[in-house]
């Protein structure tokens, strides 16, 4: 009942937010912390930890399978991960609110994307996310930037993330 009642509010609120534009979201400094230290668990249940991705500009990507405005934007920034793969990486972290570990795993074999898929832990619940898409970024030095709620479109949201991406990435 109470992950009905969260795909419920999850789905009227990402109806009524991403007409609108992305929202950015203000984290408390105990929350910053807790993203700054974040490790996850990759979907063969390997540990990986934030820190292994110093030198690039990081996007946590938090979605489900079922989250359309989600899926609708991984082709954009799928482009992105490629355009800046020396100086981008994505995490692309499946809270396993609904979604199985199986039910993730059937949709990466169906997809080609330049991502490092996780899944489950307790980062979305740290940060009190009560919607998705959901978006973190860390710059090459593993400082937070920003975090941003909801979807501005597949266009705006490519806009939107390569001047995160330029703005921030380390010169080579």
């Known amino acids: 009942m109470k992950k009905q009642a969260f795909t419920l509010f999850t789905v009227l609120f990402l109806l009524g937010s991403t007409a609108v534009f992305a929202q ?3 984290l408390t400094p105990s929350q910053i912390k807790d993203v700054e230290n974040a490790s996850f668990t990759d979907l063969q249940g390997n540990t990986f930890n934030l820190s292994d991705y110093r ?3 990081v996007m946590i990507d938090f979605w489900e399978t079922w989250c359309e405005p989600c899926i609708h934007s991984m082709p954009t920034v799928n482009q992105l ?5 020396n100086s981008f990486a994505v995490i692309a972290l499946t809270p396993g609110i609904s979604d199985s570990k199986q039910d993730v795993k059937n949709f990466v ?11 489950g832990g307790n980062l979305a619940q740290k940060l009190q996310i009560t919607g998705i898409p959901y978006k973190v970024f860390i710059d090459p030095n ?11 479109g597949p266009s705006r949201d490519f ?3 390569q001047e995160i991406i330029e703005n921030h990435k380390e010169a080579k």
């Open 109 to 119: 074999s169906k997809h080609n994307y330049k991502f490092r898929y996780a899944y």
């Open 55 to 57: 030198g690039k500009v």
């Open 142 to 152: 593993g400082k937070f930037i920003s975090a941003v709620m909801s979807s501005a």
């Open 159 to 161: 806009k939107e993330i």
């Open 24 to 26: 950015q979201v203000q």
């Open 81 to 85: 991960a490629k355009a800046y793969s």
